[in-house]
């Protein structure tokens, strides 16, 4: 980062198509607008692009840094169907963001779901993406974190105060290893909205319709179809792993290098689901893949 680094970025918009009509999806631009070399970050289920600020601040010099909020989130509209908050339509709004940017080469960081939308492009013959970082996801999931998110997700809750907000999160976030106080406040403003007299979470209660809906039977057929997807990818693959992630198995990332792109694979220390990219040794690790001219 140098002294003309950006401390904050540039709020865009870009309308995508869905079945029920056009809607508009944020994004968080950092960098040079006109720098060649893109690199998109995209969130987990329940969170929006400012998770990556650190992560952006620190590859913004070599990098335009996109990093979406995807529909239902942050300062994206909210769909008219829930049945729109699906993995197929997030990846057709990320074409659409791609073919904004005029983005021809892409590298990408997705978390969780992210990681899934990644994947998803990826496999698509002539995909843009040349490098992919998977943080704590894979086409295998495990049931019980399913479980686990879905006591939460689309919950309606109502926080007085920041702090108040910051130590709910918490509660439920504890797979995102240890942060400072700092840390986590920074992690947590922009999970908030205001309700009036107090913070809401800053994503559309829905987007838990379709989550909600799986059973074990729909996730086993969609682990197949995402090994599909999986075992079609070409570009070089980076998998994060909480060591103690409940929802990436350590079998399933040990998969993952041994088929498809055969992903290198690195565990993140006192750890689950899953690594926030916040502090430095997680960065590093993101960079020196990023930036590697090896495989």
Not at 147 to 154: A, E, K, N
Request: charged share 20%; with cysteine; net charge negative.
């Amino acid at each position: 980062m140098t002294a003309d680094t950006p401390l904050e970025p540039r709020l865009r918009h870009v309308q995508c198509l869905a079945p029920e009509g056009l809607h508009h999806m944020a994004y968080w631009e950092w960098g040079d607008a006109a720098n060649p070399r893109v690199l998109v970050c995209v969130h987990g289920l329940t969170r929006q692009g400012r998770d990556f600020d650190t992560l952006a601040r620190a590859l913004s010099a070599e990098y335009r840094v996109v990093c979406p909020d995807v529909v239902g989130r942050g300062e994206s509209d909210w769909m008219k169907n829930p049945a729109s908050y699906a993995i197929p339509a997030y990846v057709a709004d990320m074409v659409t963001l791609l073919a904004r940017l005029d983005a021809r080469e892409v590298h990408w960081v997705g978390t969780s779901m992210g990681g899934l939308i990644g994947m998803g492009l990826a496999a698509l013959p002539e995909s843009p993406i040349r490098r992919l970082v998977l943080n704590d996801v894979g086409p295998a999931i495990e049931y019980a974190a399913l479980v686990r998110i879905g006591t939460y997700v689309g919950v309606p809750v109502h926080w007085n105060t920041l702090d108040e907000a910051a130590d709910a999160l918490r509660a439920i976030s504890l797979g995102f290893g240890p942060h400072t106080r700092e840390e986590w406040l920074a992690l947590t403003r922009p999970q908030l909205v205001s309700d009036g007299d107090g913070y809401k979470p800053h994503y559309d209660p829905a987007i838990a319709t379709a989550f909600k809906a799986v059973t074990p039977e729909l996730a086993a057929a969609g682990e197949a179809m995402l090994w599909h997807s999986y075992d079609a990818i070409r570009c070089p693959t980076l998998v994060l792993r909480g060591a103690e992630s409940d929802l990436l198995s350590r079998a399933t990332a040990l998969a993952m290098a041994q088929r498809g792109p055969r992903a290198r694979v690195h565990e993140v220390a006192a750890t689950g689901h899953a690594p926030t990219l916040v502090h430095a040794d997680q960065v590093a690790v993101v960079r020196d893949f990023l930036l590697s001219a090896s495989p």
